[in-house]
Nanobody
């Protein structure tokens, strides 16, 4: 089993920055099985949206909506992955979740609120 805890959310003005963290805990063996960690976000009344992905081989990917502004980093094997968010816009306001995939298992955190004021 793996538990994920997100942190770092908060209120920021448009143009500002935030750094979110996704901390994984569990057995060493379980964490070693994690292949991919992905950040998603969900705004009120909207569908969950993919934000960033990092693999155990450090491959990263982003949707067009955040590319160049957001950066995912960290090492899955070291239990923490980060999402650096720059040039934030009001439309980035959402609850941000991290998800870990370990083989056929799928784990989600509880989310952290990010609010960007105009």
């Amino acid at each position: 089993q793996v538990q994920l805890v997100e942190s770092g959310g908060g209120l920021v003005q448009a143009g500002g920055s935030l750094r979110l963290s996704c901390a994984a805990s569990g057995t060493t063996f379980s964490i070693m099985l994690i292949d991919v960690i992905t950040w998603y976000r969900q705004a009120p009344g909207k569908q969950r949206e993919w934000v960033a992905t990092i693999t155990s081989g450090n491959y990263t990917d982003y949707p067009y909506s955040v590319k160049g502004r957001f950066s995912i980093s960290g090492e899955i094997a070291k239990d923490s992955v980060y999402l650096q968010m720059n040039s934030l816009k009001p439309e980035d306001t959402a609850v941000y979740y991290c998800r870990a995939v370990a083989g056929v298992r799928d784990y989600w955190g509880q989310g952290t609120q990010v609010t960007v004021s105009s």
